[in-house]
C-alpha cells in the first residue's frame, strides 16, 4: 500500500537537492572567457601592488632618508610600468580581438 501512496505523491522537486536555483542536473560547466580571467589577474596583481605602495607616502614624510624612499618608489613604479608594457606586448590587454 506504500508503494502505491508512494506513487501518487511524486513530485519532481522534492527528490532532486537545492542548489542555490540551480538545475544540478545539467553540465556543471559553465562557459567562461579565458580573456576576461587574465585581464582580472593583471588587475588583481596591479590593484595589490598599489595597495601596498600607498603606505610609502606618510614613510617618505616622515622619513630622514628622503632620497633612500623616492627611489625605492621610482624602482617600484618602473617594474610597474615594465610590468605593463610587458602584458600590452603579450596581447593580455586587448579586449577585442
Not at 624612499?69 to 603579450?90: A, D, F, P, Q, V
Amino acid at each position: 500500500m506504500f508503494y502505491f501512496l508512494l506513487k501518487l505523491m511524486k513530485n519532481r522537486e522534492k527528490p532532486s537537492p537545492y542548489e542555490c536555483g540551480f538545475n544540478p542536473l545539467t553540465s556543471s560547466r559553465l562557459p567562461f572567457s579565458i580573456q576576461f580571467f587574465l585581464i582580472a589577474l593583471i588587475f588583481l596583481i596591479f590593484d595589490i601592488e598599489i595597495i601596498l605602495l600607498i603606505p610609502l607616502i606618510p614613510a617618505i614624510l616622515k622619513s630622514n632618508s628622503f632620497y633612500f624612499w623616492t627611489l625605492s618608489m621610482l624602482i617600484i613604479y618602473l617594474c610597474l610600468i615594465i610590468g605593463l608594457i610587458y602584458e600590452w606586448n603579450e596581447q593580455s590587454i586587448i579586449w577585442i580581438k
